[in-house]
Structure formats: structure tokens, C-alpha cells
């Protein structure tokens, strides 16, 4: 029986990238699932790492791509599950992957494609689910990076200014647009651009009220600097209705990152659609980024910041990084999606919808580093493979 991880970098404390090798005895098991676990067992506010397939009693998985251990975590385990009996292996942390159990200084959610008022699968429930367990974290602010309704029609922001008003009262909600706040996606039925306008106006007096001063708005896009971060939050439609920036935004967006680059901590730019390449899914969402996207990543690699975005409604549970830390370089997030996810595509083309999950990434702030943790807000648990650190 053996349970072992061997570490890419023995010497990074905290980060999990590493072989982990398992040889049972137990041939009648079929399935190993892999947890982080402490003294006392299975860490009980995570889902489980992975579940992997055993052939002839061993398996292997790399974990990759800078994920990280939870700071609470002191061991790996891995169950195997027989008829009449439950194998337990163990493989106990080394000292040196061990990290200090810091408390952050406080936490933010990024959600994104609400699609309000939708009537997908079990979108209401799933977002009433992502609403409830971020609202337990008591947040500073809540950032929702597009698809804020699911047609760009008036009584569909006025169901999501009900949403935000119940479950956020005190609490600050910054919106950006997305594709299907500009397009309907329903035939002969345009998006009404003027209840998008008067959304945008409500946000910005509800925050402004709420002490999160947004200024400068002008065609959905305006910045902030509440909190310690100078947010910046874009709009994902040029003109004609074109899902780029357009040369004018980018050029704001310039000027706005030059605003905020000395003061020594990244800004955070917010959009809907992914920068190529970057984060979900990437190697089959192959067209489903900014329509001037080389520009737009050139613009964010000549400045100190993170870029956010949705879109792919991409589940955060996969082997595919939904984080790309960047090395002297801008890291990207992406916030799965609050009402359901898609994990790609079938071999015939079709998506792969799971339509009973839904995610976000819970941001908690620390003196020198964020932690990002993906959150499942149906089972209320972190994701393991969603866990990374973007250092100051
Ligand atoms: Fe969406």
C-alpha cells in the first residue's frame, strides 16, 4: 500500500504542483479519491482534489499549473471504496511545503454571467445558492463581470437590482456588461441599451450611497478605488455592437492603468470576455475572446494588474487552470459562473453542461499576497484545483 507525492519544487512552501502515486492492494477498488485532510481527518470545508480511475490498483495524477495546498491542510489522503470496507492511504505534508494559517484581512467575491431572470436548468436556485453563501463571508464588495441578465430586457434589471438589494444591503456590487446584455439572442427582439443606461446609473448611486465612490462613467465603464485596489471595469461591447474594447476604451483603459501604477499593488481590470489563451477551458474556447484581443493583451502586459472575466461559464473543478499566475506579467482570473457551468465539449461538438453546479472565486486579501479560492456555492465547499496565490 502507498500513497506518494513527489514534489515539483520540494523547497515552495504551499505549492502543491507534484506526482502524486498510488499502489493499493485493494484490486476489487475501481475509484481513489484524492482529499487534503489534518489531524483530524478530511479538511470538511473542501470538495475532494480529484477522483481517479485505479488499473489494477494504482493511478497516478500530476497536480499543476501553481495550485496551492490550503493553509490548513497537513496531509493528502486517498480513499478507496470496496463492497464492505473503506482503504484509507495517508501521506503526511513535509515541513518545508507547510504554510502559516494567516488570517486575510478581508474578503471580496468575483461572480460573473448571472443571467437574471434566466430560466436555464436551475438558474434561480443556483444563483439564490451564490448569493446566500457569498453574503456569509460578510465581503467588502461583490464584482459581477457580465451577463447580468439574460436578454438585456428592462424587467430583467429589475429583477437583478431585487437580487442584489436582498442578499447585499450593505455590501457594494460592481457590474460590468456581457454578450447577452447586448444581444438577446432571441429572434426579431432587440437588448434595450436604455434600461442597460439606467442599470448602470442605479448601480453607481447605490454604491456611492453605500460609500464606494465610482467615478468617471461614461458607456457602462468607470473605475473605483474602494478598497486598497484601483478597480477598473470595462465594457465588453464596442461600437456596432462588436465584442472588442474598441481603440477609445483602450485607450481609457491606458491612461487609467498609468493612473494607478506606482502605488506598488496590481489593478484589477474587468471584463467579460477571456484573454486568449489565459484562463477556462482555453484549448476549446478558442473563439470566445475579445474581438481585438492582441491589443488588449499587449495593453495589459506593460502594467502592474489582474484581469478578471467570465463568459465561458467555465467549472472551476477541472484540470484546466482557471487562475494564470503571472511572473513579472499580469495573472488572470476567471469566475466560473453563478448559475451553472460547461466543461467543454462532447466529441460531436455538443456542450457539456453541469447544470447543478455553480462557482465563483472568493478573493482574500493578506498584507502581501491575495489567495484565490474557488468557491462551489451549491455545496458551500473551496475547490482544491482552484487555489493559488498571486503574491504583491
Ligand atoms: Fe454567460
Redesign the pocket.
Known sequence: MLLQYSFDDEAKAGLADGRITIDADCRESKIAKLYWADSAGVLSDYMKIKELELNDGKATYQMKSGRNIPQTATKLICKMEEDTCETILEFKLPAAKLVKNEKPNYTFFLLT?I?GAGDYWQNKSNRDAAFADAASFSPTHIIIS??ITNAGQAPQYEKVKEYVDAYFPQIPVFFTT???DHNTYVKDLSADLKALDDFFIWQTERNNRLGAKISDVTNCRYDTYFGDFHSIFLNASAPENKFGLGEDQRNWMEQKLCESDGNGLPAFVISHFPVKGKTGLVSLYDQQYFSDNDAVEELLNRHNCIYVS??T?YNLDSDDPSVCVGKNAPSYINAG?AVWTQNGYDETGKDIYIPERCMGQCVEVYDKYLLIRGRDFTNRKFIPRCEFKIEF
Open positions: 454571467d443571467h457580465g451577463d456581457g454578450n447577452h467570465g463568459h461559464h459562473c
